[in-house]
């Protein structure tokens, strides 16, 4: 046992960040009763910039470089950290954030939309090391492991409809359906090898007069994976408007899927070019006039309109009329803010793929259009890599209806997400074609082309890995699981899908290495594994799904939504290959209108549960790792706290007057320290708590009364994405009885 164990814990954003205010306070005191420390590392976007830019800061507001400061600590064994949601930034959300930083005296430059200078470029170089995943594949140094606790399901079974939104029954006739790409896009054009030796790769691009531009050099490992695709731009475009004349024709909403926070390099081109399409008369008469704006079709509407204010108001006007009528002309959009007329083209970071598609399979194959009413909808995703998943789901849900959370099973995902594994870790190695011409990947040594691909003009190139390392890693926690659990595990590949092709023959081999034995492990493609899935959680079995990256991202928020009624109550274990743990915590695609409801009225209602889990998980890795036994008791004690909350329905409502985030801390303290109080293993840590848990029993209408009392009014904490700390500290422990108590421990 060390002398003094350390926890790191992480700011982030939005409500994770808010909610961080009121529980971290307590977890400090309850954690250094056991000689725990609490180490905070800040790796919220805004302080990513700030720490990006520190050269242009002045010494006191110069802040710490967090996550660099992580990467490195998750490669060390002693390492433990608990993980919020932070925002994967898309450029619009980057812009709004140095804009308030700005506004605050931070003297940080503009992100350079057009590059004007050696200088305006490496600006811009900075600044993407900030967009998009730029955390997670620096810290997630293993594979991992996400699922919905045992303790929420089973209240999920309890309570089917209180968690969560309820799940809607479906029409067999329903209209709404998948639409991806038949060809023309990466799935089609991917190339895949494995590197038989250390080689040091160029990947260059020849254009039609043979002039070479050379992109990036790489130092590849023996045995390590190297895909290499593109997506045509020509072929892309048609696609989007034949999907848009055939949902007209159906009278069917339009919808566009994508994650262009975390793809942050491909997915917003592939964004833009959905708006290109969608008003394409609008753009066609206009295009010399945005042009002479800087309209970006990649930021969306949102920003196309905040420029048109810089027009004339007769200018203005007559855009905004041909507008107003491809709107008429076209089939309508789906919307995230039918009441604020914000559609799923005006930012390219508001519908992301993994948490928008759930929702309207909950919502019965709805969504939600311009009139403000559900409506039948047609799924657009045009890369067809993954979308044939949701395809077979949205299929199977026709045939057979809603799914029951009383009686369903639960899906635990094991995902290969270690060393910037696959789609994730592209970004450095994604670009548009400059012209017609030849991307090539060559052996710099001997001048062999490994791989190359004929494109035209702004057609989209991207380079996959997976190191062989994280390969063995994940099959050995796959079949780990299979075995604890004892229920059947399925690997998500596609024999015809080059970079599965690879893995699969990776996996045949080192699944010989194992006793296999009453082991149920399968390798199906993701359509044929989506439908093995369902019927077998539609008869309250459970699956482990063995998956890639970018699928365990999409169905670590499929299951757990329709299972449980959120993905924000999942966690996740990272067991990093140095030896150390990352615990990550729920889902953030809800913190954004949780942030806008406690602004309006001061009610909080991001669910802190999976922060408990990760608490208690964090603690008994302490144990199992330095048999340390008051990290056990405390543990334990979490653990019975979490189910003493489940069982009083004690999470956060949400509806302003009633128990938010801030009451479910009260809860969270008030259960632990009952349960520390009474066990009779260390009986220094009882005598500690029986006078805090008295305190709390005694004081727990008053304390309601000071919680309860605050909501309804609006607060204004004076940023968004780097507010006032005194007074985000003020507003989430409004209790005065609650924080003495606090204080006393």
Same mark, same amino acid.
């Given at each position: 046992?060390?002398?003094?164990?350390?926890?790191?814990?992480?700011?982030?954003?939005?409500?994770?960040?808010?909610?961080?205010?009121?529980?971290?306070?307590?977890?400090?005191?309850?954690?250094?009763?056991?000689?725990?420390?609490?180490?905070?590392?800040?790796?919220?976007?805004?302080?990513?910039?700030?720490?990006?830019?520190?050269?242009?800061?002045?010494?006191?507001?110069?802040?710490?470089?967090?996550?660099?400061?992580?990467?490195?600590?998750?490669?060390?064994?002693?390492?433990?950290?608990?993980?919020?949601?932070?925002?994967?930034?898309?450029?619009?959300?980057?812009?709004?954030?140095?804009?308030?930083?700005?506004?605050?005296?931070?003297?940080?430059?503009?992100?350079?939309?057009?590059?004007?200078?050696?200088?305006?470029?490496?600006?811009?170089?900075?600044?993407?090391?900030?967009?998009?995943?730029?955390?997670?594949?620096?810290?997630?140094?293993?594979?991992?492991?996400?699922?919905?606790?045992?303790?929420?399901?089973?209240? %999920? $079974? !309890?309570?089917?409809? =209180?968690?969560? *939104?309820? &799940? @809607?029954?479906?029409?067999?006739?329903?209209?709404?359906? #998948?639409?991806?790409?038949?060809?023309?896009?990466?799935?089609?054009?991917?190339?895949?090898?494995?590197?038989?030796?250390?080689?040091?790769?160029?990947?260059?691009?020849?254009?039609?007069?043979?002039?070479?531009?050379?992109?990036?050099?790489?130092?590849?490992?023996?045995?390590?994976?190297?895909?290499?695709?593109?997506?045509?731009?020509?072929?892309?475009?048609?696609?989007?408007?034949?999907?848009?004349?055939? %949902? $007209? !024709?159906?009278?069917? =909403?339009?919808? *566009?899927? &994508? @994650?262009?926070?975390?793809?942050?390099?491909?997915?917003? #081109?592939?964004?833009?070019?959905?708006?290109?399409?969608?008003?394409?008369?609008?753009?066609?008469?206009?295009?010399?006039?945005?042009?002479?704006?800087?309209?970006?079709?990649?930021?969306?509407?949102?920003?196309?309109?905040?420029?048109?204010?810089?027009?004339?108001?007769?200018?203005?006007?007559?855009?905004?009329?041909?507008?107003?009528?491809?709107?008429?002309?076209?089939?309508?959009?789906?919307?995230?803010?039918?009441? !604020?007329?914000?559609?799923?083209?005006?930012?390219?970071?508001?519908?992301?793929?993994?948490?928008?598609?759930?929702?309207?399979?909950?919502?019965?194959?709805?969504?939600?259009?311009?009139?403000?009413?559900?409506?039948?909808?047609?799924?657009?995703?045009?890369?067809?890599?993954?979308?044939?998943?949701?395809?077979?789901?949205?299929?199977?849900?026709?045939?057979?209806?809603?799914?029951?959370?009383?009686?369903?099973?639960?899906?635990?995902?094991?995902?290969?997400?270690?060393?910037?594994?696959?789609?994730?870790?592209?970004?450095?190695?994604?670009?548009?074609?400059?012209?017609?011409?030849?991307?090539?990947?060559?052996?710099?040594?001997?001048?062999?082309?490994?791989?190359?691909?004929?494109?035209?003009?702004?057609?989209?190139?991207?380079?996959?890995?997976?190191?062989?390392?994280?390969?063995?890693?994940?099959?050995?926690?796959?079949?780990?699981?299979?075995?604890?659990?004892?229920?059947?595990?399925?690997?998500?590949?596609?024999?015809?899908?080059?970079?599965?092709?690879?893995?699969?023959?990776?996996?045949?081999?080192?699944?010989?290495?194992?006793?296999?034995?009453?082991?149920?492990?399968?390798?199906?493609?993701?359509?044929?594994?989506?439908?093995?899935?369902?019927?077998?959680?539609?008869?309250?079995?459970?699956?482990?799904?063995?998956?890639?990256?970018?699928?365990?991202?999409?169905?670590?928020?499929?299951?757990?939504?329709?299972?449980?009624?959120?993905?924000?109550?999942?966690?996740?274990?990272?067991?990093?290959?140095?030896?150390?743990?990352?615990?990550?915590?729920?889902?953030?695609?809800?913190?954004?209108?949780?942030?806008?409801?406690?602004?309006?009225?001061?009610?909080?209602?991001?669910?802190?549960?999976?922060?408990?889990?990760?608490?208690?998980?964090?603690?008994?890795?302490?144990?199992?790792?330095?048999?340390?036994?008051?990290?056990?008791?405390?543990?334990?004690?979490?653990?019975?706290?979490?189910?003493?909350?489940?069982?009083?329905?004690?999470?956060?409502?949400?509806?302003?007057?009633?128990?938010?985030?801030?009451?479910?801390?009260?809860?969270?303290?008030?259960?632990?320290?009952?349960?520390?109080?009474?066990?009779?293993?260390?009986?220094?840590?009882?005598?500690?708590?029986?006078?805090?848990?008295?305190?709390?029993?005694?004081?727990?209408?008053?304390?309601?009364?000071?919680?309860?009392?605050?909501?309804?009014?609006?607060?204004?904490?004076?940023?968004?994405?780097?507010?006032?700390?005194?007074?985000?500290?003020?507003?989430?422990?409004?209790?005065?009885?609650?924080?003495?108590?606090?204080?006393?421990?």
């Amino acid at each position: 046992m060390k002398d003094r164990v350390k926890v790191i814990w992480t700011i982030t954003d939005e409500a994770p960040y808010l909610a961080t205010f009121s529980l971290l306070p307590i977890v400090k005191k309850f954690f250094d009763v056991s000689d725990i420390e609490i180490d905070i590392k800040d790796i919220s976007l805004s302080s990513r910039i700030l720490a990006n830019f520190s050269d242009f800061l002045t010494q006191d507001q110069r802040v710490s470089d967090d996550l660099s400061i992580l990467g490195e600590l998750v490669n060390k064994p002693d390492t433990i950290l608990i993980k919020l949601p932070n925002i994967s930034a898309s450029l619009p959300q980057l812009k709004d954030a140095i804009k308030e930083l700005q506004a605050k005296g931070f003297n940080i430059p503009d992100y350079p939309d057009e590059l004007k200078s050696a200088q305006d470029e490496k600006i811009r170089e900075r600044y993407s090391k900030i967009l998009g995943s730029a955390v997670n594949p620096v810290l997630r140094q293993g594979n991992n492991i996400r699922a919905v606790p045992r303790s929420i399901k089973e209240t %999920a $079974k !309890k309570f089917p409809d =209180l968690m969560g *939104l309820p &799940l @809607k029954e479906w029409n067999p006739s329903s209209k709404t359906h #998948v639409s991806h790409m038949t060809d023309g896009d990466f799935y089609g054009h991917e190339r895949s090898i494995t590197l038989t030796k250390d080689t040091r790769v160029r990947i260059e691009f020849i254009d039609k007069n043979n002039n070479i531009t050379i992109f990036k050099d790489l130092d590849l490992l023996k045995g390590e994976i190297f895909d290499g695709s593109f997506i045509s731009i020509k072929a892309l475009s048609n696609f989007y408007e034949n999907q848009i004349r055939d %949902a $007209k !024709k159906e009278g069917i =909403l339009w919808s *566009l899927h &994508l @994650k262009a926070t975390m793809m942050k390099v491909s997915d917003p #081109v592939l964004f833009g070019y959905a708006i290109r399409a969608y008003f394409k008369d609008v753009f066609a008469k206009h295009q010399d006039t945005f042009n002479s704006l800087g309209v970006n079709p990649n930021n969306g509407l949102s920003d196309l309109f905040s420029k048109l204010e810089n027009l004339s108001d007769d200018k203005k006007v007559e855009i905004k009329k041909d507008i107003e009528a491809t709107y008429e002309k076209n089939p309508g959009l789906y919307m995230v803010d039918s009441n !604020k007329g914000i559609t799923n083209l005006h930012m390219p970071n508001l519908v992301l793929i993994d948490a928008s598609i759930p929702t309207i399979i909950r919502d019965g194959g709805k969504a939600w259009g311009p009139d403000g009413k559900l409506h039948d909808v047609k799924i657009v995703i045009p890369d067809r890599s993954y979308a044939t998943i949701y395809s077979a789901i949205v299929e199977d849900c026709k045939k057979n209806g809603a799914f029951d959370r009383t009686t369903m099973g639960t899906v635990i995902d094991v995902g290969l997400i270690a060393m910037k594994a696959e789609e994730y870790g592209s970004h450095d190695k994604t670009f548009l074609a400059p012209d017609d011409g030849t991307f090539r990947v060559v052996d710099v040594e001997n001048g062999q082309i490994l791989m190359e691909h004929s494109v035209e003009k702004g057609d989209i190139w991207r380079g996959c890995q997976v190191k062989d390392v994280a390969i063995k890693n994940w099959i050995q926690i796959a079949i780990e699981e299979t075995k604890k659990n004892n229920i059947p595990a399925i690997f998500w590949l596609d024999e015809n899908r080059p970079h599965d092709r690879e893995e699969i023959k990776k996996i045949r081999e080192y699944l010989k290495t194992y006793d296999l034995r009453d082991l149920d492990i399968k390798i199906m493609r993701p359509s044929d594994a989506m439908k093995a899935t369902l019927e077998l959680i539609r008869r309250g079995q459970d699956v482990i799904a063995v998956t890639g990256n970018i699928l365990r991202d999409y169905l670590s928020d499929l299951f757990p939504i329709l299972e449980v009624g959120t993905s924000a109550k999942v966690f996740s274990i990272i067991p990093l290959l140095s030896g150390g743990r990352m615990f990550e915590t729920g889902a953030g695609g809800s913190a954004p209108k949780h942030v806008e409801q406690f602004i309006n009225q001061n009610h909080l209602r991001w669910d802190s549960i999976a922060e408990f889990v990760a608490i208690s998980q964090s603690l008994k890795f302490i144990f199992d790792k330095y048999n340390y036994k008051k990290a056990f008791i405390l543990a334990n004690a979490c653990e019975g706290a979490i189910s003493d909350i489940l069982s009083n329905k004690k999470w956060p409502s949400r509806k302003v007057g009633e128990i938010d985030n801030r009451g479910e801390h009260y809860y969270f303290m008030k259960y632990w320290a009952n349960h520390l109080s009474s066990q009779q293993e260390d009986i220094d840590i009882k005598e500690k708590f029986l006078k805090v848990k008295d305190e709390l029993d005694k004081n727990e209408d008053k304390i309601n009364e000071e919680l309860l009392s605050v909501q309804g009014k609006k607060v204004d904490i004076k940023g968004y994405y780097k507010p006032e700390e005194d007074i985000v500290e003020r507003l989430m422990r409004p209790s005065k009885i609650l924080n003495s108590i606090v204080n006393m421990i």
